[in-house]
């Protein structure tokens, strides 16, 4: 599929109605569009995924999330979207229309589906009514697809661009460096998602999930009537849990919004103070102590996101001794495994040889011999197989085994590894290191506290007074945000109990004979679409590592120079456990894990490109992509690479807006061959426009 044109109509910048061609042409497959900082390139990726997706937008993006949440509804997040001089105009409407096409369409009745046909995309909303209108046009199909909302929803959904893949098609690559520092879990699920839809495999799990619920309905349809009402209580704690976690999220953006006035404040306030400060202060010294500052914050946080890391393992950590007993049961019974089998084929070998010797022809022609020679002729064979195969080897019987798959032993064992690494001494240092920059902080806050009290101009004097309310307020403010955020962790760790809970409620119901052979059979089905999933994933997942090795040699100049001694030399993608998605892990040429964490942020940059142009390569569907901030977080030598490597073959429609800081002229010219259109953003009396040409007359 392409999109051919996009028209915004009075959204947010966008007054009067602004239409762009971002079709490509021929080979050149980039349209490039140039805009300074405030002029509107957020917002043009914000209107496309909203146009599609509506209030969905929530479930694509952390930043649409909190766009949501800093209005405190998707109404008034969408009221507030109404061009400022709109509404002053007294026009309650704005929209967003996209225009694409070679549309594959759903084979209806007689009518064939191909990829030809053309779709219009629109999406419109009204402040006094907020109707939230969206309409779908399909040019020369006559056939009725739409009968409810939910079926636009879920032909976007299918045949244009599915949700779950949303995020791998609209993004700020400066922002997705985030990604990296997911944990385990998260990064499994934002994988799982998206490779389901792209592969084509989410069908077979939305049949698993319909699978499971119909086994449940089962269960609580057989349950009494004490196991009923307690399921339905386990019901309503998740539900309660859930509805406080959506209010506890909204109040930690709201928090965030706060804590991030109060830095911009805290921040205006030194400027002013570094400009006006005492002649006997020495000024360099004043901004000196600010940076200080402000860099012993930045270690903080750092180490506050390591600790966050590590807290993940901590349990692990405390429970080594308990892990490493595991870990030696598994290796013994293993070793036990491997004997049991060699012996069985031994004694299989020698009854083998037994039966062929005795009850076989030819036999003797003076007839059977007698049975105490059989034994004598039988003992000797088990000797003499013994001899040529050897003896048999004795097992130590294991009380128990663990019933693990292989890959919940590879995980256990990777888990094992990474916690002698990552020891109680790692964890220590962390502890002490984080203790060290606090009682810094303390130490240079209280130096600047008596540099600023030295100040003898009574403005200077209030403005220094002015910053340290607005500190204590900071700090309040930050306090208020951890305790919400603790709670909110708190009641998920409570669902994923309460859930827990729920599972073992079903499992314990009897059910009815009958009942029980549609388990059975559910459960069989269950069972074969999980392996046909996770079989596929696994084919997928070593084309996966080599395809984002390969993009990441390309473009890291680290890699691609080969200067640098142990830094990354392969990529592996493995399946989690339960099918809770993938995992990637990053190892340097010892074989030793590289954590992702480790990496600067514009190689997280680098690392999170190369993962999405893998997944992308593997899709069924190719979409066109929109970047904004192309090359935000990259040196000079990376910003080249990308250029020159990376966004020519990312799709064969690429949308990238980006500033004149990032692709100034002089880098125009890397991939001005590939570049099909190129437009700027031109904002007059905060109205923005699209223009033909790039920054400095280099016209399209």
Excluded at 133 to 152: G, S
Excluded at 357 to 362: C, E, Q
Excluded at 377 to 385: G, L
Excluded at 421 to 431: E, H, L, N, P
Aim: aromatic share 10%; with cysteine; hydrophobic share 35%.
């Amino acid at each position: 599929m392409k999109i051919n044109k996009i028209i915004l109509t009075n959204f947010r910048q966008y007054y009067g109605e602004n239409c762009i061609d971002v079709c490509p042409e021929n080979e050149r497959n980039i349209v490039l569009i140039g805009g300074k900082n405030g002029y509107g390139k957020t917002n043009f990726l914000l209107s496309l995924v909203w146009c599609l997706f509506g209030e969905d937008i929530a479930k694509i993006d952390e930043n649409f999330k909190h766009e949501i949440q800093k209005e405190g509804n998707y109404a008034k997040f969408l009221k507030n979207s109404l061009n400022w001089d709109a509404n002053k105009e007294r026009i309650n409407k704005f929209s967003v229309q996209i225009h694409m096409s070679d549309i594959e369409l759903p084979e209806i009745e007689s009518t064939q589906s191909n990829s030809n046909y053309k779709l219009i995309v629109k999406r419109e909303f009204d402040i006094n009514t907020t109707a939230d209108d969206f309409h779908i046009e399909i040019e020369n199909f006559d056939k009725q697809l739409f009968h409810t909302a939910e079926d636009k929803i879920h032909f976007i959904n299918d045949y244009v661009i599915p949700l779950e893949a949303a995020k791998f098609v609209f993004f700020d690559a400066e922002k997705i460096a985030s990604w990296a520092e997911l944990s385990t879990r998260e990064e499994g699920n934002v994988l799982n998602d998206a490779l389901g839809k792209i592969l084509g495999l989410d069908i077979y799990e939305s049949l698993i999930s319909d699978l499971n619920t119909y086994t449940d309905t089962l269960r609580k349809d057989s349950a009494n009537s004490q196991v009923r009402q307690q399921i339905i209580t386990t019901e309503k704690g998740v539900d309660l849990n859930t509805e406080k976690i959506d209010q506890l999220e909204t109040d930690i953006v709201f928090k965030e919004n706060e804590i991030s006035k109060f830095k911009s404040e805290i921040s205006s306030y030194e400027s002013f103070l570094i400009k006006n400060i005492s002649k006997n202060t020495s000024t360099s010294s004043l901004d000196e102590l600010y940076k200080k500052k402000d860099e012993l914050y930045r270690k903080q946080k750092d180490l506050e996101e390591k600790f966050n890391e590590l807290s993940e393992i901590i349990p692990f950590t405390i429970a080594a001794g308990k892990l490493e007993e595991v870990i030696e049961h598994l290796n013994k019974q293993d070793e036990d495994s491997i004997i049991k089998d060699k012996n069985r084929e031994l004694i299989e070998k020698n009854n083998e040889l037994i039966e062929r010797l005795f009850n076989n022809a030819p036999f003797p022609y003076d007839g059977d011999i007698s049975f105490s020679k059989k034994m004598f002729y039988a003992e000797k064979a088990k000797n003499i197989v013994e001899d040529i195969f050897g003896e048999s080897d004795k097992t130590e019987e294991v009380e128990f085994e663990h019933d693990f798959s292989k890959s919940e032993k590879d995980l256990l064992f990777h888990t094992y590894h990474y916690i002698r690494k990552q020891s109680k001494d790692v964890i220590a240092q962390t502890i002490d290191s984080f203790n060290s920059i606090k009682e810094d902080i303390y130490s240079t806050e209280k130096t600047i506290r008596n540099t600023e009290s030295n100040l003898e101009d009574e403005e200077v004097v209030e403005y220094s007074t002015k910053k340290s309310d607005a500190e204590r307020k900071l700090e309040k403010l930050v306090e208020e945000k951890g305790a919400l955020q603790n709670q909110r962790d708190s009641l998920k760790r409570d669902n994923e109990k309460l859930n827990q809970s729920l599972q073992v409620l079903l499992k314990r119901i009897s059910v009815s004979e009958q009942k029980k052979k549609k388990l059975d059979k559910a459960n069989y089905y269950i069972r074969a679409i999980e392996n046909f999933v996770s079989e596929q994933k696994k084919k997928k997942c070593s084309l996966l590592e080599q395809l984002i090795f390969d993009e990441m040699k390309k473009l890291m100049h680290k890699l691609n120079t080969g200067s640098y001694g142990n830094f990354i030399a392969a990529v592996k993608a493995e399946p989690l456990p339960g099918n809770d998605g993938l995992r990637i892990v990053l190892f340097n040429k010892e074989g030793e894990i590289r954590t992702k964490e480790s990496l600067s942020q514009g190689e997280k940059q680098i690392y999170i490109s190369s993962l999405i142009k893998a997944i992308l390569s593997l899709s069924i569907q190719e979409y066109p992509i929109f970047i904004d901030t192309p090359l935000g977080r990259l040196d000079d030598e990376h910003i080249k690479h990308t250029l020159l490597h990376y966004y020519p073959h990312l799709a064969s429609q690429v949308i990238l807006m980006a500033t004149n800081n990032e692709i100034p002229p002089s880098r125009y010219k890397l991939v001005k061959e590939n570049v099909a259109r190129a437009f700027l953003l031109e904002n007059i009396n905060n109205k923005t426009r699209f223009k033909q040409g790039y920054f400095q007359s280099y016209e399209n």
